[in-house]
């Protein structure tokens, strides 16, 4: 169930995040204090508050996808956890654009999920990547190289989707992933230093990363990640970098993935697409591509033309109009409407007991 206090939590944890991430500090001491006085209470949120929001109409569970044959069935061995626990639950029905998303992009459509906050649109891009990664794990075909690339404008956002990562696939180590930014280290000491001094358990340890979470620059070149989250910047310096050029050499990519697209418009947005073709150019496969593109703001029905038009320019390849994917929210029928005096409330209010009576 929906905790909203510890999603108010995650928030403020994300927005500290991006926070220390713009104004990072080389010593270490100066950003532990920095980061501790962000983390006092009322210092960046004052919260949180609640405001009722629509729902969305459901379709499949997974389990249901699995014993139809739309998904793989390893998605059950994904996370050896309770369904409790699990980020990807089987037994909760999928929103329905998500499902939509997962079975188009499974046809090889390429999609823009603009949907609202909050809709899921993440699982609209994740469902799909862990099923072909899935798929392949089924055939023996899943060795090294990268599937999907998920494009992030800002670093915060890109630690957020690393959190999931690492919850999402702690069980499944055949799958690995990585961020590559500005933060990332070179080296494999260094970058297991500075993840031990920034990650510690409840009782304030250092962590390690699992096995399947590639942190430095030098084992990304010798064997890349499955999933390569970064941004558009650094993804250019990595085409242009002769050693980061190789974590692009064995690629069968699969998945590009454009997240807040709309924020690729004027001369980031003509940076972005150039650097989509030139990607394209350099793998093997060019052809084999999808692109899933997402955001909140692209507009209504009535603007499928100008979506379609500026999807299009922004990778280089078509689009369809039914690659357009658009959440619907549940209208409940009211059964019937009743009619209370005003003074009754007035009575609750003075003697809440009397709710029992």
Same mark, same amino acid.
């Given at each position: ?107 090889? #459509?390429? +999609?823009?999920?603009?949907?609202? *906050? ?7 891009? !994740?469902? %799909?990547?862990? &099923? ?57 000491? #260094?970058? +297991?230093?500075?993840?031990?001094? *920034? ?7 250092? !962590?390690? %990363?699992?096995? &399947? ?57 003509? #940076? ?86």
């Amino acid at each position: 169930m929906f905790n909203p206090i510890q999603a108010s939590e995650e928030i403020k944890d994300s927005y500290i995040d991006y926070i220390t991430t713009t104004f990072n500090m080389a010593d270490s001491e100066y950003e532990r204090q920095f980061r501790m006085e962000l983390q006092k209470e009322g210092e960046v949120a004052k919260g949180p508050f609640l405001d009722i929001g629509g729902s969305y109409e459901t379709g499949c569970t997974l389990r249901e996808l699995i014993k139809s044959g739309d998904i793989s069935p390893l998605f059950t061995d994904l996370e050896p956890v309770s369904e409790s626990n699990r980020e990807l639950k089987l037994d909760r029905p999928l929103y329905r654009h998500q499902e939509t998303a997962l079975r188009k992009a499974s046809s090889g #459509e390429n +999609l823009v999920v603009t949907t609202g *906050t909050g809709s899921g649109k993440t699982e609209s891009f !994740l469902l %799909p990547i862990m &099923n072909h990664l899935l798929r392949e794990e089924e055939s023996g075909s899943l060795d090294f190289g990268v599937r999907a690339i998920i494009i992030y404008p800002m670093n915060a956002l890109a630690n957020d989707q690393m959190k999931r990562m690492r919850a999402l696939l702690k069980g499944y180590p055949k799958i690995c992933y990585g961020v590559y930014n500005g933060n990332t280290k070179h080296m494999q000491p #260094e970058a +297991l230093a500075e993840y031990r001094r *920034t990650y510690r358990d409840a009782n304030g340890n250092p !962590l390690d %990363p699992a096995p &399947n979470e590639i942190i430095s620059r030098e084992v990304m070149q010798r064997t890349p990640p499955h999933i390569l989250i970064t941004n558009y910047s650094m993804l250019e310096y990595m085409m242009l970098r002769p050693k980061d050029d190789a974590v692009f050499s064995g690629a069968k990519l699969k998945f590009i993935v454009l997240d807040e697209a709309h924020i690729y418009k004027g001369a980031t947005g003509m #940076e972005t697409s150039l650097l989509m073709r030139r990607l394209r150019a350099r793998i093997s496969e060019p052809g084999s591509v999808q692109y899933i593109l997402t955001s909140a703001t692209l507009g209504g029905p009535e603007a499928d033309k100008e979506i379609l038009n500026f999807a299009e320019k922004l990778c280089g390849v078509p689009f369809n109009a039914s690659g357009i994917i658009r959440s619907s929210e549940k209208q409940p029928r009211m059964e019937a409407m009743m009619d209370f005096p005003p003074d009754l409330f007035v009575e609750l209010q003075r003697r809440p007991q009397a709710v029992s009576e």
